[in-house]
């Protein structure tokens, strides 16, 4: 299935005090109609300016410089490069083909205004729905993703419902533009497990029903495991790991994957203490001449500390660590001798 969107070298540069940072630089990534893909890290990573400037939300940082490629492409219209888009033309793709769900639903909702007003705009904008048409198909929406009630809800004002019926109305706001594709930014960070469950739920249902092209930004492996088709782990503004779930987490070949992951409890832990990566991320406008990880990494070679490496593997797993060079030279000179 050819790709809905297609990122290319991505890069975002700010102005800093000692040269620009670059908290985004050289992100590559595509994403198919259907498919859930999990972008993971730790926090300062890059994860939500990745997604923010994919639709243009970084345009306005004073000074800003962005590079590289996103090209969208729903299937039956012409690819077109959304960086290149005025603000007006992306206007009419963000919200409209592609919806963003944040992580904190109570900043993202006016408080003056109520729930049917909020959407009922968003109704007008893409969908040039008014009045009893658009307050009719606010209750459709918030049946949708299981708002109980849904008639009496959208005459209420965000400060009347819990976090997790705050996170539905944004998810059903999202939906009113009726996307092709959602990017989800750690939509359940704030909500309790039952209810965390339940958006997840609603989120595979609509993935399922719609064909939604879902980009999940977590620091949760566990979400990434239930949820995604694919992974992509990001350690200081690049993506160092890209591969299938299961073969993710059966063999990651990054050491910050592999740190990421034994980091995690586990319900056979025996009371042992956690497991920790040592040290911490560095800074946009600081990193070091080779890997980025390299200062963190306990297995690190010469060549890590000279130049960053490139991805090695294949199209469905790929990391970049020069330690793989290493073990591909020596299953080539094992099978040699």
């Excluded at 019926?165 to 704030?190: H, Y």
């Amino acid at each position: 299935m050819s790709a809905i969107l297609e990122v290319s070298e991505l890069r975002l540069s700010i102005p800093a005090r000692g040269g620009p940072a670059c908290p985004v630089d050289g992100v590559s990534f595509s994403l198919s109609p259907g498919e859930c893909v999990g972008l993971v890290g730790e926090s300062g990573s890059g994860k939500s300016l990745t997604s923010q400037t994919l639709i243009g939300l970084t345009r306005e940082i004073p000074g800003v410089r962005i590079e590289g490629s996103v090209r969208w492409q729903p299937e039956g219209q012409q690819p077109r490069e959304l960086l290149k888009m005025s603000e007006r033309e992306l206007t009419g793709v963000r919200g409209g083909e592609i919806g963003m769900v944040f992580q904190d639903p109570l900043s993202c909702l006016n408080p003056l205004f109520r729930v049917d007003y909020q959407i009922g705009e968003v109704l007008a904008r893409h969908c040039g729905l008014k009045g009893k048409a658009a307050f009719e198909r606010t209750v459709e929406l918030l049946a949708s993703v299981g708002v109980p009630q849904p008639e009496q809800r959208a005459r209420q004002y965000p400060h009347q419902l819990s976090g997790g019926l705050r996170q539905r109305v944004i998810l059903a706001m999202t939906l009113a533009g009726e996307p092709r594709m959602l990017i989800a930014d750690e939509p359940t960070t704030a909500l309790d497990v039952t209810v965390q469950a339940q958006i997840l739920r609603e989120l595979g249902k609509l993935r399922r029903e719609r064909g939604l092209a879902i980009l999940f930004i977590t620091h949760d492996l566990g979400v990434v495991a239930q949820v995604c088709d694919r992974v992509m782990v990001m350690y200081a503004g690049r993506i160092v790991e890209q591969a299938p779930v299961k073969q993710f987490f059966d063999n990651p070949r990054h050491p910050y994957s592999r740190g990421l992951l034994e980091s995690l409890p586990t319900l056979s832990g025996g009371g042992a203490r956690l497991t920790s990566i040592p040290g911490s991320p560095p800074q946009p406008g600081s990193f070091p001449a080779g890997c980025r990880f390299c200062p963190r990494c306990s297995l690190a070679i010469e060549p890590c500390q000279a130049e960053y490496p490139p991805a090695f593997g294949d199209e469905r797993h790929s990391a970049s660590c020069w330690l793989l060079r290493e073990s591909e030279v020596g299953s080539r000179t094992d099978g040699g001798s």
